[in-house]
């Protein structure tokens, strides 16, 4: 379970969200008021990008269909969805953003 | 201190006339006795379809679950479904949740936050704004099928004081007209302030105007809630406003006039001592003199706490529920801590169904004392920062609701008078003086049903 940067905290404003492609994991940095967290970029109800989806403190709308997600844990908020995404611990430090992501292999 | 009334009927708390809490005229909406079948029957209950809830205006949310531009909540009323959802100028509008392409429901969640609105079924976008954003291969269209730019479908949307409204015919009065209440009535409470921090929908097996007339009444206390004798009375004030609107004023923190010992302090009264920050252990007064009590000792804790939205209150109000009515289907128990809102949501098909929604409102503030009255069922534990909005609790019907102890026991009893109003044996309802909100509700009711409104 390596600890990789994803991103520069500046590179993504609060309110905002930065998609990155790590070690083949198509992720997405998502910098909310109430703090910043690295999360699959795949909604699981249709399998959308979260790009660009709406924040608000640790909650993520899908863009598409509005699907709610918690980014703490990748739950299931409420319908449309009903299965989580994953999600994956992320920290801070020196400005830079870093999540443990599961071995690629 | 005692408590500044006398507990007699036609009850009369005595504030002047120009106070928000006077006691209003009378309204005489004569002795007619309306055959029962309007609790039961699919053609009543369609002829509320046509008459009724298009024309007015339904209790839709609360402002503050939607703060941002792009958050938005679905009400879902019946068969139809609204989008509510604030605007980029911080206005808010309405829309049915329908698609115009081919009708699907545009938005499968029940609240959230979105730039735009995408159909599932072929992936037609719409704006915030309902405007058309996208229709998917739109090149493969006849242009004049959709020369219109077909958008979602807007209905009115209004609010007062925090709360909002929509009405499905576009044809409702001015929605400040239509609610029939006093100028500042709703907005000095701040509910635009407050949050929900506990939301429940439970279905019941009754008529959705069984459940209107059950909360717009204390007539009943004594018999169906014999526990509140000790720190409620049951003789309220009932106030009629125009345009089916009422209030009644039920005293708290005092004794019922029927019970016989009005000097021992009741030990409800006492935990409602405790939650104003009084000691009931030093308390020096009578069972009489608590109501007085509790209302100076909260007067004292507001302005200790920088709280100034209190000085729109009267002393009653810091007590007493201001129970008010929404004609058609809402009851607001008021309070200068927060609002208890109650709507009678009538079942998609079924007349003899309805959803009992409820929504606990709190102004949250910086205080570990400070808390929402304890007899308005918070489960222990509950959130009030008002940084967590909860999901509603979906609780079918035949289960309890857990709403407390009051409420708990309104659940049990109306499915049986539902089943009661059926029998051949019942002729209609016979209302008393302590009845009459119940009364200037139906009465309104069938100006709408007979086409008079």
């Known amino acids: 379970m390596p600890k990789v940067r994803v991103a520069a905290l500046d590179e993504v404003e609060v309110g905002k969200t930065k998609p990155v492609s790590v070690d083949g994991h198509k992720l997405l940095v998502c910098h909310s008021k109430a703090g910043v967290y690295v999360i699959q970029n795949q909604c699981s109800h249709q399998m959308a990008r979260l790009t660009g989806g709406k924040l608000r403190g640790h909650k993520i709308f899908c863009p598409l269909h509005s699907a709610p997600f918690d980014m703490r844990d990748g739950s299931a908020l409420g319908p449309p969805a009903d299965s989580p995404i994953c999600v994956f611990e992320t920290v801070v430090e020196a400005g830079q953003v870093f999540a443990t992501l599961p071995d690629s292999d | ?252 923190c005092v004794k019922s006039h029927r019970v016989e010992d009005q000097e021992t302090v009741d030990p409800y009264q006492a935990h409602m001592m405790m939650e104003a920050g009084l000691d009931p252990a030093t308390f020096t007064g009578t069972a009489s003199e608590v109501r007085a009590a509790v209302q100076q000792a909260k007067r004292e804790r507001a302005q200790r706490l920088g709280l100034e939205h209190y000085d729109n209150f009267t002393d009653g109000q810091l007590t007493d529920s201001w129970a008010t009515g929404l004609f058609p289907n809402v009851q607001m128990g008021m309070h200068p801590e927060g609002v208890f809102i109650m709507r009678f949501i009538p079942d998609a098909k079924d007349p003899e169904k309805f959803i009992y929604d409820t929504m606990i409102l709190f102004r949250p503030v910086d205080d570990p004392d400070y808390d929402v009255p304890a007899w308005m069922g918070l489960p222990e534990g509950t959130d009030c920062s008002g940084d967590v909005r909860p999901e509603p609790i979906w609780v079918p019907a035949g289960e309890s609701p857990n709403l407390g102890e009051v409420l708990d026991q309104d659940a049990e009893l109306l499915p049986i008078v539902q089943e009661a109003v059926r029998s051949r044996g019942y002729r209609g309802a016979l209302y008393g003086d302590q009845e009459q909100r119940v009364r200037h509700f139906e009465a309104e009711l069938e100006r709408y049903i007979y086409r008079e409104k």
């Open chain 2, 1 to 252: 201190m005692t408590a500044k009334y006398e507990a007699k009927w036609p009850m009369d708390l005595g504030a002047p006339s120009e106070s928000l809490e006077a006691k209003q005229p009378d309204i005489d909406n004569g002795l007619d006795v309306y055959h029962p079948s309007r609790y039961y029957s699919q053609e009543f209950m369609e002829l509320e379809e046509q008459r009724l809830w298009p024309k007015v205006w339904l209790l839709a949310g609360v402002t503050s679950d939607i703060p941002e531009d792009g958050d938005f909540f679905v009400f879902s009323f019946g068969r139809e479904q609204f989008i509510v959802v604030r605007q980029e100028d911080e206005t808010i509008k309405a829309f049915y949740n329908v698609c115009p392409h081919r009708g699907n429901r545009v938005c499968l969640a029940r609240s959230g936050s979105a730039a735009s609105f995408s159909c599932a079924f072929h992936g037609w976008r719409f704006g915030i704004d309902g405007k058309l954003d996208n229709i998917t291969d739109e090149d493969t269209f006849d242009p004049r099928l959709i020369a219109h730019r077909p958008g979602l479908s807007e209905v009115r949307c209004d609010s007062v004081g925090g709360i909002i409204f929509i009405n499905m015919d576009g044809k409702a009065p001015e929605l400040t007209d239509y609610l029939g209440l006093p100028e500042g009535y709703i907005e000095q409470y701040e509910i635009d302030k407050m949050h929900v921090v506990h939301h429940v929908r439970s279905e019941w097996k009754a008529n959705w105007k069984i459940g209107v007339d059950a909360f717009y009444e204390t007539y009943h206390l004594p018999y169906v809630h014999p526990q509140t004798q000790g720190v409620m009375e049951d003789f309220s004030q009932n106030d009629l406003y125009p345009n089916g609107a009422s209030r009644m004023i039920v005293p708290i």
